[in-house]
């Protein structure tokens, strides 16, 4: 298991977002030349997000395996610190409440 870089979770979020921003102007090109059908009446804007969400979804999969991988590891971190602290802290207290 690899060592979690710090900003772990930043840096995910971060190029989820540069994901989803490309495939919107990707789907909104598409749209206004022509390629891909516009939404009905003033639905175009929905439409254009949602094709850009169903686009982004299997990019992001497939192209941040590492980052989730590496922000997985850094929350895996956090929650084990927090478990120790947690019992850490009931073992303190007991010793208290022993004496």
Excluded: C
Excluded at 4 to 22: C, E, L, N, Q
Excluded at 68 to 80: G, P
């Amino acid at each position: 298991m690899s060592v979690a870089k710090p900003g772990a979770t930043i840096r995910y979020t971060a190029m989820r977002i540069g994901i989803f921003m490309g495939s919107l102007v990707f789907v909104a090109l598409l749209i206004h030349f022509g390629v891909l059908p516009k939404g009905l009446g003033g639905s175009n804007g929905v439409w254009t997000i949602l094709l850009a969400l169903v686009v982004s979804a299997p990019l992001s999969f497939v192209l941040l395996r590492n980052q989730r991988d590496e922000m997985s590891a850094q929350l895996i971190n956090r929650v084990d610190n927090a478990k120790a602290k947690l019992e850490a802290s009931r073992t303190q207290e007991d010793g208290v409440a022993a004496e």
